[in-house]
Nanobody, 112 residues
C-alpha cells in the first residue's frame, strides 16, 4: 500500500542541481508536517529538511543554504530543490510523514 512516492533522483556532477518530488494523498498533505530524509551507504538515515503544514522550514546544517524544501498541497506534492550538490549528498532520499510508511526512495548520486 504505497502512500508516498519519491522521484527525481539521478546522477549529477558536483556543483549541479536536482529537484526531488514526493507525491502523496490529499489527506496526507492537508494538515501534516512533512520532511525529507536521506540514507547514504553504511550510514544511518538522517533528517535533511522539514516543513510544517503552514510552510515553516528547518534544515540540517549540512544542507542549509543549498537545499530548499517546499510543498504544494493542492497538488499533493512536496519538493526538495538541491543546488551546489556535493559528493557527500549521495544517498537515497525518502519522504517522511508521521504515521505513514516510508516510500521506496529515490537515488541521488553525485559523482565526477
Amino acid at each position: 500500500q504505497v502512500q508516498l512516492v519519491e522521484s527525481g533522483g539521478g546522477l549529477v556532477q558536483p556543483g549541479g542541481s536536482l529537484t526531488l518530488s514526493c507525491a502523496g494523498s490529499r489527506n496526507i498533505f492537508s494538515n501534516n508536517n512533512m520532511g525529507w530524509y536521506r540514507q547514504a551507504p553504511g550510514k544511518e538515515r538522517e533528517l535533511v529538511a522539514y516543513i510544517t503544514s503552514d510552510g515553516i522550514t528547518t534544515y540540517a546544517d549540512s544542507v542549509k543554504g543549498r537545499f530548499t524544501i517546499s510543498r504544494v498541497n493542492a497538488k499533493s506534492t512536496m519538493y526538495l530543490q538541491m543546488n551546489s550538490l556535493k559528493f557527500e549528498d549521495t544517498a537515497v532520499y525518502y519522504c517522511y510523514v508521521r504515521g505513514v510508511n516510508w516510500g521506496q526512495g529515490t537515488q541521488v548520486t553525485v559523482s565526477s
